[in-house]
């Protein structure tokens, strides 16, 4: 049932965890370390870093490309894309070659140009391996900033302290009993927490 709806609806989702800002930033590993102490010159050391995150900014646009021709007969693909503590969901339309950046927040848009870079290199990649496009075949995508989304009034959604308080307790809560502990209806019985060094955590008293 859940996989009919699933291929009902005309819009794919990209994994918010695989598109991240972490996620094709320049990554300080051992190997790149290791690297770098080997290394003699400044300019060296720059090219290590260059090599590293252009890796990191690779594998983001293979998992964006997989998905693009992997779901071709979709209409839209959201990409719920975090970066500096801030979300926004990018509406990407490879059919009518557009995408569009809803942000009530109204950011900076070069504080995730990076990823826009991504997102166009990637629709280049998809248009020259067959994947949706309009019938004059560009290879840029026309991004909309700046999109209008309506704000609810601060009125309206005032929080007192005891009710921020409240929303934490019940949500500390729920991931204590349902996702935590080994009878959890969300419990991952494959998980990190199954193993054995975590039963303090998986077995404490659900009532607690």
Known sequence: MEEEKTH????????????HQTEHSFKLTEKVKEHLKAAKTKKQKD???????????HNVSAYIAKVMLKRVE???????????????AILIMPKLERAVVPDSADY??????????????????SVMK????????KEIMNIRYQF?????????CRLDKGDIDGICADLARFIQREICHVAGKYFDHGGVLALD???????????N
């Open 197 to 207: 060094e975590h039963e303090n955590l998986s077995n404490l008293t659900k009532e």
């Open 148 to 156: 209008y989304m309506p704000t609810i009034p601060k009125t309206n």
């Open 74 to 88: 979709k209409k839209y693909i959201m990409a719920p894309y975090g970066f500096d503590n801030h979300w926004i």
């Open 108 to 125: 900076d848009q070069k504080q995730y140009m990076e990823f826009i870079g991504i997102l166009q290199n990637v629709y280049r990649l």
């Open 8 to 19: 009902k609806h005309k819009v794919a989702y990209l994994d918010p965890a695989r598109i």
């Open 47 to 57: 090219e290590i870093k260059k090599e590293s995150h252009k890796k990191e900014r």
């Open 130 to 137: 067959g994947g949706p496009h309009p019938p004059d075949r």
